[in-house]
């Protein structure tokens, strides 16, 4: 049985997903620091460790070469005695290249376009790449991924307009990751 079997976990892991300006990173930081988690942004590794294909202009961003990003993940963090037995929190946009029993919760965060929009422009997103980032949201892009990536049960959809959209959720993170516990 692989270490990564979410059986052999003492602490739970988690996902926060959602389109680009959400607030995963925040999040994920935010219950890294209440439930004393370690907090893996993909993101940050995907730059550190050069996980790239290619280069998109248009789009102004990597491509990302999801082999080798696979293989750092499991080996530093999903594999590694230090991390084997849960207690992770990863952030990223996409949900459907990590396997499916890394994770015991998913978070999909949703927000209302405007506020996408503000987030967005503050970061100085282009209008094709700001545009394209709304549209997903409208669509629902990235819940539907979660949605199709793990089972039903542990994916949970929560809007994260404002700070206190972003304290209940911690409450109910917090919450959760208690009766987890419980459980086992």
Request: net charge negative; with cysteine; hydrophobic share 35%.
């Amino acid at each position: 049985m692989p270490k990564t079997d979410p059986s052999n976990r003492k602490r739970p892991n988690i996902l926060i997903t959602g389109t680009p300006g959400t607030g995963k990173t925040y999040t994920a930081t935010s219950i890294a620091d209440q439930c004393s988690f370690h907090h893996v942004d993909i993101s940050s590794i995907i730059e550190a460790s050069k996980c790239h294909l290619e280069y998109d202009a248009t789009l102004e961003t990597h491509v990302l070469d999801e082999d080798a990003l696979l293989d750092i993940l499991e080996e530093q963090y999903f594999d590694s005695n230090e991390y084997f037995e849960g207690g992770l929190v990863a952030d990223y946009h996409s949900s459907s290249l990590f396997p499916e029993r890394w994770f015991d919760l998913v978070i999909v965060l949703k927000c209302s376009t405007e506020v996408l929009f503000d987030r967005l422009t503050k970061r100085g997103y282009n209008d094709k790449k700001r545009s394209e980032n709304i549209q997903a949201e409208i669509i629902r892009v990235v819940a539907d991924e979660a949605l199709e990536s793990y089972e039903k049960e542990i994916v949970v959809e929560i809007d994260n307009n404002s700070i206190e959209d972003a304290d209940s959720l911690l409450d109910r993170v917090n919450q959760w990751h208690q009766a987890w516990l419980n459980d086992r």
